[in-house]
């Protein structure tokens, strides 16, 4: 997978646990304030990841944003993992199903640049809308 499915990927992920906020919160508010912590971070590397994503638009040549890229997709799929952890007792099998098989497609990816400034621009808006939802189900959480 190139470096532009990675954030169609993960704005799915984003959009299916965003509609998903309602069901969890009934969570008790320890592991409502967990998940809401883990959805920040995981909000504050997309935006990490669409700051490297932009330079690398700007100069594709730039290999310290392409590997910082990767590294920030690397550690959102960690930390999606480890949210899954956390609500595997309080998803049905077939969402959690459906959220691990979202990350297994993320961990196949290979690193590679897309062609061309309109694929690098899609990507950054996929990562920014990314980010939002994670914002959007931090802060249901936290209310």
Known sequence: MHLLDTPKRLL?????LHRWSGLLSA????????VARYAETIALTLG???RFAVRL???PGDRVAERGLVRELGRITGYLETLVGVLKHHLDGRKLAGVKRR???LG???AGRASGGAAARVRIDRL????GYFRALADSLRV
């Open 128 to 131: 920014l809308a990314a980010e």
């Open 108 to 110: 196949s990816r290979r």
């Open 27 to 34: 969570l008790d508010r320890p592991r409502r304030s967990k």
């Open 103 to 105: 990350l297994e497609q």
């Open 57 to 59: 638009a700007e100069d």
């Open 12 to 16: 799915s992920l984003a959009e299916t």
């Open 48 to 50: 990490r990841a669409a």
